[in-house]
């Protein structure tokens, strides 16, 4: 009984801590709907490829408590000048994951940062970073991974780059 009613208390505090994190709801542009021009997916998987990161937790099955859990995350961060991303524009980005495949990460609202940083990072709980649970962190301030989608080629790359960012008759 005592372990049932753990589980349910991890479970009621693991959703109220990510409430906190998304609790204010902002509806993506429409110019990042590219459900038609690319792969839409849930993840973006082995964020270490490549790169000397720290070893990622592992959990066992455990009642521990959320707050340690959480504590317990990893930090990756990505650096534009050793070309493992590339700036879209304010709300999204491409992580590079190997020769010429990219993920573009959509954040949920504008970070007028990104444009400006050399580097990103994220905090995991995992080798992975998933839409909608999973979120950037700039400066201090968090935005939750929106949307991603897989690029195929530096090509689509850059002929999405330049779609997202030209410029819109008014």
């Known amino acids: 009984m005592k372990a049932i009613l753990k589980i349910i208390i991890m479970l009621v505090s693991m959703v109220m801590v990510s409430s906190c994190v998304t609790t204010t709801s902002y509806e993506v542009p429409q110019k990042y709907m590219l459900d038609d021009q690319l792969e839409r997916v849930d993840r973006v998987p082995d964020v270490r490829v490549g790169r000397s990161q720290p070893a ?18 990893d930090t990756v961060t990505f650096s534009e000048t050793s070309n493992q991303w590339v700036k879209i524009d304010a709300q999204s980005f491409a992580l590079r994951s190997g020769p ?54 530096t090509q689509k790359l850059l002929e999405l780059k330049y779609s997202l960012t030209k410029p819109t008759a008014e």
């Open 56 to 73: 990622f937790t592992t959990f066992e099955e455990s009642f521990e408590d959320p707050q340690k859990v959480m504590a317990r995350r």
């Open 100 to 153: 010429g495949e990219y993920y573009l990460l959509v954040l949920n609202l504008p970070a007028i940062d990104l444009m400006s940083t050399e580097s990103i990072s994220f905090t995991l709980l995992s080798n992975i970073i998933k839409a909608k649970s999973d979120y950037l962190e700039l400066n201090g301030s968090r935005y939750i991974i929106e949307r991603i989608y897989k690029i195929e080629s």
